[in-house]
Nanobody, 123 residues
Framework: VQLQASGGGLVQAGGFLRLSCAASGRTFSTVVMGWFRQAPGKEREFVSAIDWSGGRAYYADSVKGRFTISRDYAKSTVYLQMNSLKPEDTAVYYC?????????????????WGQGTLVTVSS
């Protein structure tokens, strides 16, 4: 599956952004979609994922209550609505996809990756 992410930008702390990731090349309804991020000098970390049915969402503890993931089957697109942004949310955000869901521990190793989109939150 090919992934194209967009929507990053510069925002002040407390603000919001919505990231989009358009998928192609595989039936959208058969893949789990999600997001990772990598801050400067840090390892890439899981942010959120949504299962193929859209009925179950997964979130990192650091974004629970602030970020919401959703998917639009008509547009083959997954969204990450990010509210109450903090400077520590500053990172390159990567869209990802796989046929498997995160496991019972929340670990997820997707096979497909999109290019990153930079989110910068100023204090």
């Amino acid at each position: 599956v090919q992934l194209q992410a967009s929507g990053g930008g510069l925002v002040q702390a407390g603000g919001f952004l919505r990231l989009s990731c358009a998928a192609s090349g595989r039936t959208f309804s058969t893949v789990v979609m999600g997001w990772f991020r990598q801050a400067p000098g840090k390892e890439r970390e899981f942010v959120s994922a949504i299962d193929w049915s859209g009925g179950r969402a997964y979130y990192a503890d650091s974004v629970k209550g602030r970020f919401t993931i959703s998917r639009d089957y008509a547009k083959s697109t997954v969204y990450l609505q990010m509210n109450s942004l903090k400077p520590e949310d500053t990172a390159v955000y990567y869209c990802a996809a796989d046929v498997r869901s995160p496991d019972y521990s929340g670990s997820w190793s997707p096979a497909s990756w999109g290019q990153g989109t930079l989110v910068t939150v100023s204090s």
